[in-house]
Nanobody
Framework: QVQLVESGGGLVQAGGSLRLSCAAS????????MAWYRQAPGKQRELVAA???????NYADSVKGRFTISRDNAKNTVYLQMNSLKPEDTAVYYC???????????????WGQGIQVTVSS
């Protein structure tokens, strides 16, 4: 069994900052890519940022220069530092981890339960 636990969300004023964390635990052999997605009310879930096993990153155009994704492999944790937040960043944020349970098992994607981020104007 694998669990992804997200933390760090909440309410912040426009221009403020938040740092999201997502810790993976359980039966994990290896983690490949890690990512953050978000879903605003009435909208489709969208990719915010992703980081590969080799720490290459990519970002949605809407967050470039404001958000930074990073990972701590020793802790099986991915972070999302969000600066200069805007009301349009308001959404439920989900972490997404591509992992394998054993040396011989295939990689699969696991999702966190989601955490609310609300940015007030």
């Amino acid at each position: 069994q694998v669990q992804l636990v997200e933390s760090g969300g909440g309410l912040v004023q426009a221009g403020g900052s938040l740092r999201l964390s997502c810790a993976a635990s359980g039966n994990i052999f290896s983690i490949n890519a890690m990512a953050w997605y978000r879903q605003a009310p009435g909208k489709q879930r969208e990719l915010v940022a992703a980081i590969t096993g080799g720490s290459n990153t990519n970002y949605a155009d809407s967050v470039k220069g404001r958000f930074t994704i990073s990972r701590d492999n020793a802790k099986n944790t991915v972070y999302l530092q969000m600066n200069s937040l805007k009301p349009e960043d308001t959404a439920v944020y989900y972490c997404n981890v591509d992992l394998a349970r054993t040396v011989s098992s295939p990689y699969f994607v696991s999702w966190g339960q989601g955490i609310q981020v609300t940015v007030s104007s």
